[in-house]
């Protein structure tokens, strides 16, 4: 009798101490494909190479930290990642501080090359017409060598540059053009540069809000919110956000909302014609054609601790949040309903950047 209970309770222990093995295993194995879900770019620490990419899929039941050093021991992600691109099957990041851009199989996360010529302080792509269009502060000291590097997707190199005015941000590929949002880099922009691919000429200068932080396109027009100048530097002075939307067909400002003197939203979304974003710890949302802006979030992530939205991004009826925290810590990211129910939260790499979905 007693045998056969030491028998039983070595089989149970055998049983858990497996069934731990495997909830730890996918943390330290390749998970071996990365689609129907989401990536997460985490920026890492500001002149250290600890930039990470972390994957959850489209059902919120898989999560992995750390994939592109999981399935590419010998390569180094880098410093800084700023953005991700997709085009075929293909995944471009974008590296910020290490001047380069790591492209990788975007299902896979096998490491194709690395493009490390022709960049200079890189923030965001763009494809369009078998090319990449890669905007570039150059020296932040230089208000004057900003520009958009031109990428032959079938060599995977630099082929010629874009000159552009100070802090191109935001890149979009829009009715046969590409639109540069003018953040201002280390100043205050406020304006889209209209950007001929065919010629690599800009084409059009519009002038919108001060800082223009995101754009989102839909039926022809080009949403820009702008966050205006915050309330930290002595000059120039503070300025409130704006929403400017740009008609396409013709590229001009169609109609401006102000926010008010000292509201500085970010993180413009647009999903299932409903036009959302942050200020704050505050998620809001309006209809695409409002021509007021709504007074009372839908709701806040301030029960999580979450000063400001770092990164968001809305699809599938979920809300993402991108908590960076200390910006020196892990960060922190956070599903919710469209109501603002949490649904589940998980720690990533330091400073949640961006959320990019791999369907």
Same mark, same amino acid.
């Given at each position: 009798?007693?045998?056969?209970?030491?028998?039983?309770?070595?089989?149970?222990?055998?049983?858990?101490?497996?069934?731990?093995?495997?909830?730890?295993?996918?943390?330290?194995?390749?998970?071996?494909?990365?689609?129907?879900?989401?990536?997460?770019?985490?920026?890492?620490?500001?002149?250290?190479?600890?930039?990470?990419?972390?994957?959850?899929?489209?059902?919120?039941?898989?999560?992995?930290?750390?994939?592109?050093?999981?399935?590419?021991?010998?390569?180094?992600?880098?410093?800084?990642?700023?953005?991700?691109?997709?085009?075929?099957?293909?995944?471009?990041?974008?590296?910020?501080?290490?001047?380069?851009?790591?492209?990788?199989?975007?299902?896979?996360?096998?490491?194709?090359?690395?493009?490390?010529?022709?960049?200079?302080?890189?923030?965001?792509?763009?494809?369009?017409?078998?090319?990449?269009?890669?905007?570039?502060?150059?020296?932040? #000291?230089?208000?004057?060598?900003?520009?958009?590097?031109? %990428? &032959?997707? @079938? +060599? $995977?190199? *630099? =082929?010629? !540059? /874009?000159?552009?005015?100070?802090?191109?941000?935001?890149?979009?590929?829009?009715?046969?053009?590409?639109?540069?949002?003018?953040?201002? #880099?280390?100043?205050?922009?406020?304006?889209?540069?209209? %950007? &001929?691919? @065919? +010629? $690599?000429? *800009? =084409?059009? !200068? /519009?002038?919108?809000?001060?800082?223009?932080?995101?754009?989102?396109?839909?039926?022809?027009?080009?949403?820009?919110?702008?966050?205006?100048?915050?309330?930290?530097?002595?000059?120039?002075?503070?300025?409130?956000?704006?929403?400017?939307?740009?008609?396409?067909?013709?590229?001009?400002?169609?109609?401006?909302?102000?926010?008010?003197?000292?509201?500085?939203?970010?993180?413009?979304?647009?999903?299932?014609?409903?036009?959302?974003?942050?200020?704050?710890?505050?998620?809001?949302?309006?209809?695409?054609?409002?021509?007021?802006?709504?007074?009372?979030?839908?709701?806040?992530?301030?029960?999580?601790?979450?000063?400001?939205?770092?990164?968001?991004?809305?699809?599938?009826?979920?809300?993402?949040?991108?908590?960076?925290?200390?910006?020196?810590?892990?960060?922190?990211?956070?599903?919710?309903?469209?109501?603002?129910?949490?649904?589940?939260?998980?720690?990533?790499?330091?400073?949640?950047?961006?959320?990019?979905?791999?369907?």
């Amino acid at each position: 009798m007693k045998i056969t209970k030491i028998a039983v309770i070595t089989v149970l222990t055998s049983l858990f101490l497996a069934s731990c093995a495997k909830e730890d295993k996918p943390q330290d194995i390749p998970l071996g494909a990365y689609d129907n879900g989401v990536l997460i770019l985490n920026q890492g620490n500001f002149q250290t190479p600890n930039s990470s990419v972390s994957y959850l899929s489209r059902d919120l039941t898989t999560f992995q930290n750390n994939i592109f050093q999981l399935v590419n021991p010998s390569e180094v992600l880098g410093d800084t990642g700023q953005d991700i691109g997709f085009y075929g099957d293909l995944a471009y990041i974008v590296m910020n501080v290490s001047n380069k851009i790591e492209v990788v199989n975007r299902y896979s996360m096998k490491h194709v090359t690395s493009i490390e010529t022709g960049l200079s302080n890189p923030r965001y792509i763009a494809f369009f017409n078998g090319k990449g269009f890669v905007t570039n502060w150059g020296d932040t #000291g230089s208000t004057s060598d900003d520009f958009v590097a031109v %990428i &032959n997707l @079938a +060599t $995977n190199t *630099v =082929s010629s !540059s /874009i000159s552009v005015v100070e802090g191109p941000e935001r890149i979009v590929a829009e009715n046969n053009s590409l639109y540069v949002a003018h953040k201002g #880099g280390y100043g205050f922009g406020n304006s889209i540069s209209v %950007i &001929n691919p @065919a +010629t $690599n000429t *800009v =084409s059009k !200068s /519009i002038p919108v809000g001060d800082v223009p932080n995101t754009m989102a396109e839909s039926n022809g027009v080009l949403y820009v919110l702008c966050e205006g100048i915050p309330s930290w530097p002595v000059t120039p002075a503070e300025t409130g956000g704006k929403l400017v939307k740009i008609n396409l067909a013709t590229n001009t400002v169609s109609s401006t909302i102000n926010f008010g003197a000292t509201v500085h939203p970010q993180n413009l979304i647009i999903d299932s014609s409903i036009l959302y974003y942050t200020e704050g710890s505050n998620i809001y949302a309006t209809s695409l054609v409002a021509t007021t802006l709504p007074n009372t979030p839908i709701f806040s992530t301030t029960a999580q601790g979450v000063y400001g939205v770092y990164s968001f991004e809305v699809e599938n009826n979920k809300v993402y949040v991108g908590d960076a925290l200390d910006y020196s810590a892990n960060g922190k990211v956070y599903i919710y309903s469209l109501l603002g129910a949490l649904e589940k939260e998980y720690t990533v790499g330091v400073s949640p950047a961006g959320f990019y979905f791999n369907l």
